[in-house]
């Protein structure tokens, strides 16, 4: 495995010379190894919780938009028996 360092602000001036994964040997490759996996699997969680949201909203999206074309359908039907009710009522009038 590669020897990976990690640094903060101002830890290459740090007066602790074995900061984070500078130290060598297998404890700098095992804190790497672990460092990458953390945000590999901190990076998959929000790909996966993204995923999951935006499925959620074009789920939302398209309830929204079949109860939308549901009110427009019961709108235009009941203004057409509204309209017819009122030819009804002025044919039986006169």
């Given at each position: ?63 929204k938009m079949k109860l939308t074309w ?25």
């Open positions: 495995m590669r020897k990976t360092s990690i640094r903060f602000r101002g830890d290459s001036h740090s007066s602790k010379p074995n900061s984070l994964g500078s130290s060598g040997g297998k404890m700098s490759s095992l804190h790497g190894s672990i460092w990458r996996s953390k945000l590999l699997s901190e990076w998959l969680w929000r790909l996966l919780l993204r995923n999951v949201h935006i499925e959620f909203l074009d789920g939302i999206f398209e309830w549901r009110m427009n359908f019961l709108k235009k039907k009941s203004s057409r028996f509204y309209e017819g009710s009122k030819r009804e009522s002025v044919t039986i009038s006169s």
